[in-house]
């Protein structure tokens, strides 16, 4: 029988997801100050529950928000180890906060990781899922994994997180 060859990049990431981002959520506090940007850290941790229910079937998407071939571009910077640019505004907009969709930070640091909890499952059940991102398109496990990497990353940079 052949050993199967272990991918560390994959490994690392998949331990940062769901191991470290548990201490790392555990010292979040409402009162903590973006480093930039506008979040709150509860809105950071609604945004980030957004991303991982698109990525577990909890909410399907049928538009992009660009074309096909936009999106394979962009596809291929989401797959370096560049990270995300700060104070991106989606679609050119002002960026505004949305209302927030939990009581409390507690509430909302709960159904993170349910929605966290539930892409490792999705994705152990549906091998073949595709889930549609609307900026780089369909994504398999891999690119969704890498996606959610850079992205968590990204927030617990703006609010210093990753120092810890």
């Known amino acids: 029988m052949e050993e199967e060859e272990i991918n560390i990049e994959r490994f690392r990431k998949e331990d940062y997801l769901s191991k470290e981002i548990t201490l790392l959520v555990s010292g979040l506090r409402p009162e903590n100050k973006p480093l930039w940007g506008i979040m709150t850290p509860q809105h950071m941790l609604e945004h980030l529950e957004g991303s991982f229910k698109i990525s577990n079937g909890a ?3 049928t538009d992009m928000r660009h074309s096909q071939e936009e999106a394979n571009r962009r596809k291929v910077t989401l797959m370096t180890n560049e990270p995300f640019a700060k104070n991106i505004v989606i679609g050119g907009k ?13 509430e909302a640091k709960v159904s993170f990781f349910k929605q966290l909890i539930s892409f490792f499952a999705y994705h152990d059940k549906n091998n073949n899922a595709t889930p549609l991102h609307p900026a780089f398109g369909n994504l398999n496990y891999d690119e969704w994994l890498q996606f959610h990497f850079k992205h968590v990353r990204h927030h617990f940079d703006q609010f210093g997180l990753n120092e810890q």
């Open 59 to 61: 909410v399907e998407l």
């Open 94 to 106: 002002e960026p505004k906060l949305r209302d927030l969709k939990y009581k409390s930070m507690e």
